[in-house]
């Protein structure tokens, strides 16, 4: 329990609220800010529990050598000028998820997912299994619910399943997992570290402080996992591997087969991955192979992750809002013959649309749009691709209802981050949806 300090939250949020209620029981003195206004009932709950909020551009300002802590929201970029002013006074710099990991106060199990693409699909699974097999399970981090918020209800023996991002790793110290997985590794989020090598080193962390006692989960179908893992001191599992791998007819475990793929609603090479670790997650707990088939059997995927939407007029509408990076995207194709109308762009992070070249063969027309839509126009005359841009989504899909025939899919697999016109992913693929249904 962290007690008596000055804290600086840098960026509210859900996890900035959630920490600063869990911090307000010790005698802190807490200060969150934020550059945008924010709700006013929680401001007004801040303020009853002693907590002060500030609205400012400049954090920084605030930060002197008096604060003994500045907990970053995983979306501040690590060069901040509030960050650097935090290390040049050698202040603690962490995050929610590391804070909070610090109050479980009773024996529980962590599972931690992390992973350039695959993570929230994969804790879901396993999250859908435990329920299944009615193991106390509690989940949350990246997937939405800050572990502050739910660290105060966690039970002896529970299982704790956590979504991790980079963006969460970066600032972590004492936080160990007893199961870590890593799903796979592709350049992604260069420009919040700075370079590939430095996201690698980052994604690392997730086995930080273990033993042989403690259990990695790796990719083996993947070389930037193989060799990031190779020194570390987990007993390793892996997937994609001489004994628990995709068959042309099945999911395969210890090489039996443990699920037909007839029998599996979702779809594609990416989601039999994160079905594989579901089944090595439940081995090493123990838990019953009939309760992951029982749930394949049911499970229809996650929200904005190749969701589909609807069929109109002979057309797919499918939405993969989550992703946003390439190598996501070409997880996408892959999942499609062809005729692909594809929404590709966004937020500005250096991304290598080339990556996608390819596939080009599936793609009948790219829909540029955003902040990166120029960039991708020169990759789509480069590969003799059709396309046009589009400043926004709405505008594309007004173009898109006009010119697609049936037969086509229209997919909104960007590639990029949403945040130069969306503050969430989750946003952009509510408006594709809206649009689509209301067509």
Not at 340 to 368: H, T, V, W
């Amino acid at each position: 329990m962290i007690e008596n300090k000055k804290i600086l939250i840098l960026g509210m949020a859900k996890s900035g609220f959630e920490v600063a209620k869990l911090l307000s029981k010790g005698n802190n003195k807490i200060i969150v800010t934020d550059q945008k206004d924010q709700d006013k009932s929680q401001i007004e709950e801040l303020e009853k529990l002693g907590i002060s909020f500030v609205k400012t551009i400049e954090p920084e300002v605030i930060l002197d050598n008096t604060f003994d802590m500045l907990i970053k929201n995983p979306a501040v970029l690590p060069y901040h000028p509030c960050v650097e002013k935090a290390r040049s006074l050698k202040i603690p710099i962490v995050n929610e998820m590391e804070v909070a990991y610090h109050y479980i106060n009773k024996p529980v199990r962590i599972i931690g997912v992390t992973g350039s693409n695959g993570k929230t699909t994969t804790v879901t699974l396993i999250h859908e299994v435990l329920k299944k097999a009615k193991t106390k399970v509690k989940l949350g981090g990246n997937i939405g619910t800050p572990l502050s918020k739910i660290v105060n209800d966690l039970e002896e023996n529970d299982i704790l399943l956590l979504e991790i991002s980079d963006h969460q790793l970066i600032d972590f110290r004492d936080f160990k997992t007893d199961i870590s997985v890593l799903t796979n590794l592709c350049p992604t989020h260069l420009d919040y570290h700075g370079s590939y090598e430095n996201y690698k080193d980052v994604k690392k962390k997730i086995f930080e402080h273990h033993t042989n006692k403690d259990y990695a989960i790796i990719n083996a179908g993947n070389y930037d996992s193989m060799e990031l893992t190779k020194d570390i001191a987990s007993t390793k599992y892996y997937f994609n591997n001489e004994e628990n791998f995709i068959g042309d007819d099945g999911i395969y475990v210890d090489n039996k087969k443990v699920i037909d793929k007839s029998e599996i609603i979702i779809k594609g090479t990416h989601n039999y991955e994160n079905i594989l670790v579901t089944y090595l997650v439940a081995k090493l707990l123990d838990i019953d192979f009939k309760y992951v088939m029982e749930v394949l059997k049911e499970f229809k995927g996650v929200e904005h992750r190749l969701e589909f939407v609807r069929s109109l007029n002979g057309v797919n509408y499918y939405n993969d809002s989550k992703s946003t990076n390439p190598t996501s995207t070409i997880t996408a194709l892959n999942s499609f013959d062809g005729n692909i109308n594809l929404i590709l762009g966004g937020m500005e992070r250096s991304q290598d649309f080339n990556d996608l070249s390819p596939y080009k063969a599936k793609i009948k027309k790219i829909y540029a749009i955003g902040e990166v839509r120029k960039r991708i126009m020169e990759f789509a005359e480069k590969n003799n691709i059709e396309a046009e841009e589009f400043e926004n989504l709405s505008s594309a899909m007004k173009k898109i209802k006009e010119e697609v025939a049936s037969g086509d899919t229209v997919l909104l697999s960007p590639a990029s981050a949403s945040w130069d016109q969306y503050l969430r992913f989750e946003d952009r693929g509510n408006e594709f949806k809206e649009i689509v249904n209301n067509f």
